[in-house]
């Protein structure tokens, strides 16, 4: 008895000694990365039909498809004309909805912009999700190419940014794409509201956008990712801008979630 008590033991042992995120088994819309399951494309954000709650449980799954969100009555919201749908009153700036809508990681649309902080952070977590944090993002974002030919940063004429995933080039060495260029990605941090810009030197950083610091507003600044696709070579992975209230958008500022 005493030593299948004590083999139960060690077995227990073990089992405590393996690290959660040895388990760690990301959805199809997301990949691992360290310890937390990072969404694969930008974030689109959809109203579904309330009574449609397969599709939504799909959604909060991470194995809903465009074809799914299509054939299931979703309609994808932001502030692209043609394409997306306003944001309705139900799900208001300062992020406390009315109505729920959610957040899906998926190929083949435009990135939902102009949403604030607020508005992001509630749409992933309405899909089970959050905001990536600024430390996840960095990790996410190693090796992504940050050159014209792989990545969407040279269209300055361009009025739109790209459809989600539609640069292949575009990917980081963990299987994320459009981290440098497209649209700026919020993520969950807070910082002092910036207002100084002084880019990152040149070499190794490649003179990457940096708004960080300055003399200080003594409000909170929401901080987003990546730069978008007219800046050229000061997008890239260690651009990062918090010069806006944590309630501020615009067309060109996106998100994307994690897990």
């Given at each position: 008895?005493?030593?299948?008590?004590?083999?139960?033991?060690?077995?227990?042992?073990?089992?405590?000694?393996?690290?959660?995120?040895?388990?760690?088994?990301?959805?199809?819309?997301?990949?691992?990365?360290?310890?937390?399951?990072?969404?694969?494309?930008?974030?689109?954000?959809?109203?579904?039909?309330?009574?449609?709650?397969?599709?939504?449980?799909?959604?909060?799954?991470?194995?809903?498809?465009?074809?799914?969100?299509?054939?299931?009555?979703?309609?994808?919201?932001?502030?692209?004309?043609?394409?997306?749908?306003?944001?309705?009153?139900?799900?208001?700036?300062?992020?406390?909805?009315?109505?729920?809508?959610?957040?899906?990681?998926?190929?083949?649309?435009?990135?939902?912009?102009?949403?604030?902080?607020?508005?992001?952070?509630?749409?992933?977590?309405?899909?089970?999700?959050?905001?990536?944090?600024?430390?996840?993002?960095?990790?996410?974002?190693?090796?992504?190419?940050?050159?014209?030919?792989?990545?969407?940063?040279?269209?300055?004429?361009?009025?739109?940014?790209?459809?989600?995933?539609?640069?292949?080039?575009?990917?980081?060495?963990?299987?994320?794409?459009?981290?440098?260029?497209?649209?700026?990605?919020?993520?969950?941090?807070?910082?002092?509201?910036?207002?100084?810009?002084?880019?990152?030197?040149?070499?190794?950083?490649?003179?990457?956008?940096?708004?960080?610091?300055?003399?200080g507003t003594g409000r909170p600044g929401?901080?987003?990712?990546?730069?978008?696709?007219?800046?050229?070579?000061?997008?890239?992975?260690?651009?990062?801008?918090?010069?806006?209230?944590?309630?501020?958008?615009?067309?060109?500022?996106?998100?994307?979630?994690?897990?």
């Amino acid at each position: 008895m005493r030593a299948m008590i004590l083999s139960m033991g060690a077995a227990a042992l073990a089992l405590w000694a393996i690290p959660v995120h040895a388990t760690l088994r990301c959805p199809p819309d997301s990949v691992k990365v360290g310890t937390a399951c990072i969404d694969k494309y930008e974030g689109s954000v959809w109203q579904i039909p309330p009574s449609n709650s397969s599709l939504v449980k799909l959604v909060q799954a991470g194995k809903a498809t465009v074809a799914d969100l299509t054939a299931g009555g979703a309609t994808e919201l932001g502030c692209i004309p043609g394409s997306q749908t306003p944001y309705p009153a139900t799900f208001p700036v300062n992020g406390n909805w009315t109505a729920p809508v959610y957040a899906a990681s998926v190929p083949g649309v435009l990135p939902s912009t102009c949403i604030s902080w607020f508005q992001a952070e509630q749409a992933c977590a309405l899909s089970n999700k959050r905001l990536v944090t600024n430390q996840e993002w960095q990790r996410a974002a190693s090796g992504t190419p940050d050159d014209p030919a792989s990545c969407n940063i040279g269209n300055s004429m361009a009025p739109l940014p790209n459809e989600t995933g539609s640069a292949p080039a575009c990917v980081s060495n963990w299987g994320t794409f459009d981290m440098v260029g497209n649209v700026w990605e919020l993520v969950g941090d807070w910082q002092e509201q910036a207002t100084l810009q002084n880019n990152w030197p040149s070499g190794d950083f490649a003179d990457d956008a940096s708004s960080v610091g300055g003399t200080g507003t003594g409000r909170p600044g929401e901080a987003f990712r990546g730069g978008y696709w007219k800046m050229g070579g000061n997008a890239g992975v260690f651009a990062i801008d918090v010069s806006k209230d944590p309630s501020g958008s615009g067309p060109a500022l996106g998100f994307r979630c994690a897990r």
